[in-house]
């Protein structure tokens, strides 16, 4: 069985949702919203996938207090709390709450994102890599352009879960293809 656990901001914890419906083999509106052809990944069978937890943490509290996150970057920005970070922060803060979350969680494969201001930051950590990369939108949380915003996190979603979908079919090429993507080998 394969762990995974997500602590998402822009992605409203839409990503741990989507693969808790594509581990338990839901239909119809139970199932899956942005998953629609499995077989263009490979052959992994999903059914083997455990979703832990699937946390939405939009405030720097919560990346303190929930994550346990002693000294997160200081925000640029707080709109009502919430983390409002450029894009190189954001990439760093996603990469600070899947460490945080696989951590807490002992999961195979963890998930982080967060985006203030540009395409965000989204982390995909496995005990093998370590995958960064942004959304294929460009935002500002400042704005509260929300045809914009909400175009920025269904990027965000369905990047991300495209890259796990890889990652456990062991699609590497693919994931180097994609846009704005850094893999290291751990």
Same mark, same amino acid.
């Given at each position: 069985?394969?762990?995974?656990? $997500?602590?998402?901001?822009?992605?409203?914890?839409?990503?741990?949702?989507?693969?808790?419906?594509?581990?338990?083999?839901?239909? #119809?509106? /139970?199932?899956?919203?942005?998953?629609?052809?499995?077989? &263009?990944?490979?052959?992994?069978?999903?059914?083997?996938?455990?979703? $832990?937890?699937?946390? /939405?943490?939009? $405030?720097?509290?919560?990346? &303190?207090?929930?994550?346990?996150?002693?000294?997160?970057?200081?925000?640029? /920005?707080?709109?009502?709390?919430?983390?409002?970070?450029?894009?190189? #922060?954001?990439?760093?803060?996603?990469?600070?709450?899947?460490?945080?979350?696989?951590?807490?969680?002992?999961?195979?494969?963890?998930?982080?994102?967060?985006? #203030? *201001?540009?395409? #965000?930051?989204?982390?995909? @950590?496995?005990?093998?890599?370590?995958? *960064?990369?942004?959304?294929?939108?460009?935002?500002?949380?400042?704005?509260?352009?929300?045809?914009?915003?909400?175009?920025?996190? @269904?990027?965000?979603?369905? &990047?991300?879960?495209?890259?796990?979908?890889?990652?456990?079919?062991?699609?590497?090429?693919?994931?180097?293809?994609?846009?704005? *993507?850094?893999?290291?080998?751990?």
């Amino acid at each position: 069985m394969i762990k995974i656990a $997500t602590a998402e901001c822009f992605t409203h914890g839409k990503i741990g949702l989507e693969l808790h419906s594509l581990a338990q083999k839901y239909e #119809g509106n /139970f199932g899956s919203k942005y998953i629609k052809d499995l077989d &263009k990944y490979g052959d992994f069978d999903y059914s083997n996938l455990s979703v $832990t937890c699937s946390l /939405f943490i939009p $405030t720097i509290d919560a990346v &303190k207090d929930i994550l346990r996150v002693e000294n997160p970057p200081n925000p640029d /920005f707080l709109i009502k709390g919430i983390k409002v970070y450029d894009e190189k #922060g954001d990439k760093k803060v996603s990469e600070i709450m899947a460490k945080a979350v696989m951590r807490l969680t002992n999961c195979d494969i963890s998930i982080g994102t967060t985006a #203030g *201001i540009g395409r #965000g930051g989204i982390c995909i @950590l496995t005990k093998d890599y370590s995958i *960064i990369t942004t959304s294929d939108v460009n935002s500002d949380l400042r704005d509260n352009n929300s045809e914009e915003l909400y175009q920025r996190q @269904l990027s965000g979603i369905k &990047k991300a879960i495209d890259i796990v979908l890889l990652l456990l079919n062991e699609k590497y090429d693919k994931i180097n293809s994609l846009k704005n *993507i850094r893999i290291e080998k751990k």
